[in-house]
């Protein structure tokens, strides 16, 4: 039987102003039980949900939305939404990587890139929790904009880290409708 999570995901992009402290501890738990490459678990999980912390990240999102979308009809509209509260949760969660943790510096290069993906597994994981917890994720990429991402590991203290992921969580506004995928089964699968 599959896991009715997997299926049940979707990014969540507005939120209720309710508070999900008795849930992030099991969203991490959740995180960390995912491979990690020759065990390193140099991953870091970085919860930002004071009210400062959540006003510079909403700030720094719509930024980062803007730098990509550039385009001035689309950027109204964005600003828009995000004045109605789109991206603002009660929680942001920011998946970091520990440098340090590399064993092999022949091969440093190459333990990078496990580590992201291990990263990448952890926020999986946590987000499937997080759906069976009823809350909602969103992953927000333009956290990894140059500037953007360097304010982010300076409001964490963790300037020689790299930054995988921002994660914003929380009760979602409305009911979660899965989207249907674009490219079926038969578009993405390749056999040899």
Same mark, same amino acid.
Do not use: N, T
């Given at each position: 039987m599959a896991c009715r999570e997997i299926y049940e995901r979707t990014s969540i992009r507005f939120y209720k102003n309710k508070p999900i402290d008795d849930k992030i501890e099991k969203l991490i738990e959740a995180a960390i039980r995912a491979p990690t490459a020759s065990g390193l678990e140099n991953w870091i999980f970085v919860v930002f949900k004071s009210e400062g912390a959540r006003k510079k990240l909403h700030e720094l999102i719509l930024r980062g939305h803007? $730098?990509?979308?550039?385009? #001035?009809?689309?950027? $109204?509209?964005?600003?828009? #939404?995000?004045?109605?509260?789109?991206?603002?949760?009660?929680?942001y969660i920011g998946v970091f990587i520990e440098r340090k943790g590399i064993l092999s510096k022949e091969y440093e290069e190459l333990e990078l890139k496990w580590a992201i993906e291990s990263a990448a597994m952890a926020i999986q994981n946590l987000m499937l929790k997080a759906v069976e917890l009823k809350l909602g994720t969103c992953y927000i990429g333009v956290a990894n904009f140059p500037g953007i991402e360097e304010e982010i590991k300076e409001m964490a203290s963790l300037k020689d880290c790299f930054l995988v992921g921002l994660i914003s969580v929380g009760y979602p506004e409305e009911k979660p409708e899965p989207r249907k995928r674009r490219k079926s089964i038969e578009e993405v699968i390749k056999w040899v």
């Open positions: 803007i $730098e990509y979308y550039r385009e #001035k009809s689309r950027v $109204e509209k964005l600003k828009k #939404k995000f004045e109605e509260g789109m991206f603002f949760a009660p929680c």
